[in-house]
């Protein structure tokens, strides 16, 4: 009967430790997305060349917030643009730059994510670091790509506390390797399913025989709707979703996606894959809101596709995929922005912000009993 008892306690112990211990990514559960390959990082910067940087900002009771830059690749953007592409899937948001993207195909600067009235204050500072570049000094108009989800219901957002030194050192702080997730950077103040969200990424590799390309994900996640995880109803079950008693949330509040890939994609292709990457955040089960601004952006690093500011060349020639090429991108690009938001709430710690507001993380120990008891893992 002791033995029983001391093991019944270990059990316990042990159990608890489980739940306990600092957050894990998916796959430290053994909770599978799809059925690819995943890069070595499974994340962003499994593309070669693509870096990430964050600046966080946590203070005092109110300050939630923080900056995310994505460098496509490490050397003058300006002068050396990458094929990229926007997709919107609910335009309640604030994505600068867009039209000259959609325009030209094109991408010239950082991708810049922060929180909504901080976009213009962005902006500033990817002026001021493309301007700054060697072999920039007579340029006279920057296109700053940036992005944002509002993350006032935690961070003092009206008290603009983004800085454009903020911005500039999430350019300088950026690098290749494993991503930081969870409240970090843009993602610092953010809300998911009603839950804490924040910085999440994931990737996938297709097949050697299909080209052998990686697509990389890196959300910011601040949206609503009925969670689902691997299929299962974690919102439905936990009663707690958009239109239930015990969510009061109108499910708003955005998503970005960036996406990257080395596969050689024009700029008319990579929108047909941006619009996949929404399917992934439908398999999450959000709904994308009336006030919710949903985008996505992709870019190719392929450097034979790289578009030179002044080439001297009339013409420009290019090889790129064929169309019938890109199912398996496609489907590459659904499995890793699901997983990316995943990764986020996963990743995601409670915080307690602005006005006492607390938003609980994931209740970890109650969504992997609902995922062994629906045999998504053993």
């Known amino acids: 009967m002791r033995f029983l008892f001391l093991s019944l306690l270990i059990l316990i112990s042990s159990n608890q430790f489980l739940y306990s211990q600092s957050p894990k990514r998916l796959s430290g559960y053994d909770i599978k997305i799809g059925v690819l390959s995943k890069g070595p990082l499974n994340a962003i910067t499994d593309v ?7 600046v966080t900002l946590v203070q005092g009771d109110s300050i939630r917030t923080g900056v995310t830059a994505i460098l496509p690749h490490g050397g003058n953007l ?4 990458v094929p990229a592409a926007i997709y919107t899937g609910n335009g309640f948001g604030k994505l600068a730059g867009t039209t000259q993207v959609k325009e030209l195909g094109n991408l010239e600067s950082p991708v810049i994510l922060t929180n909504t009235l901080s976009v213009a204050t962005a902006m500033n500072a990817v002026i001021t670091h493309t301007i700054a570049q060697p072999g920039n ?6 296109n700053a790509l940036v992005g944002e989800t509002n993350d006032g219901y935690l961070n003092d957002i009206r008290g603009r506390h983004i ?5 500039l050192k999430a350019i300088s702080a950026a690098k290749g390797g494993p991503v930081a997730e969870g409240n970090v950077g843009a993602g610092t103040g953010t ?3 009603g839950f804490k969200g924040g910085i999440g990424t994931a ?3 297709i097949p050697k025989s299909l080209g052998g390309y990686t697509v990389g994900v890196l959300v910011q996640s601040n949206f609503g709707g009925n969670l689902q995880i691997d299929g299962v109803p974690v919102g439905e079950e936990l009663k707690k979703y958009y239109l239930s008693d015990k969510l009061n949330d109108p499910a708003d509040g955005s998503c970005m996606i960036v996406i990257c890939t080395d596969a050689p994609l024009d700029s008319r292709n990579l929108e047909r894959i941006a619009k996949r990457a929404f399917m992934g955040l439908a398999k999450t089960g959000g709904i994308a809101s009336n006030g919710s601004g949903d985008y996505v952006i992709a870019f190719s690093t392929d450097s034979l596709l790289r578009i030179p500011h002044s080439s001297g060349n009339m013409l420009q020639r290019q090889t790129v995929l064929s169309n019938d090429a890109m199912s398996p991108l496609f489907m590459a690009a659904i499995e890793a922005t699901e997983e990316a938001i995943l990764n986020s709430l996963f990743m995601a ?5 602005r006005g006492g507001h607390v938003v609980e993380s994931l209740p970890l120990d109650k969504v992997l009993a609902l995922l062994k008891k629906h045999k998504s893992i053993k």
């Open 349 to 353: 710690e409670t915080m307690k912000g």
């Open 163 to 167: 800085s454009e030194d903020d911005v």
């Open 191 to 193: 809300v998911c399913f």
């Open 48 to 54: 070669g060349g693509i870096r990430v940087g964050h």
């Open 203 to 205: 990737s996938r590799v």
């Open 78 to 81: 300006f002068q050396q643009k």
């Open 137 to 142: 000094q007579n340029i006279a108009s920057v």
